[in-house]
């Protein structure tokens, strides 16, 4: 089995450009895509409840929340 590794990037709308090899035309292939350097990698936005919270803590103030909580699970079910 031969097997080739080439150093690519992956362009920002998922495409990858491989170089042209004859022993390649018309032949189907396995690709396995392995990050060189995974420091540089930009990690997902944080989605966990207690980020969110953090992020907008103050933001309101002066508020009781059980108060409200209570008022709107009153009109809620009448």
């Known amino acids: 089995m031969d097997a080739y590794k080439f ?13 042209y ?3 390649l035309v018309d032949r189907e292939a396995e ?19 207690t980020t969110f919270v953090k992020n907008w803590s103050g933001f ?3 508020t009781d929340v059980s108060q409200s909580r209570i008022e709107f699970i009153e009109e809620k079910y009448k």
Do not use: E, W
Not at 7 to 19: F, N, V, W
Not at 31 to 49: A, E, W, Y
């Open 7 to 19: 150093d690519i990037t992956i362009k920002a709308d998922g495409s990858i450009q491989l170089p």
């Open 21 to 23: 090899l004859l022993d």
């Open 31 to 49: 690709i396995f895509i392995v990050p060189k350097d995974l420091k540089s990698h930009k990690p997902r936005k944080d989605r966990r409840g």
């Open 60 to 62: 309101i103030s002066n």
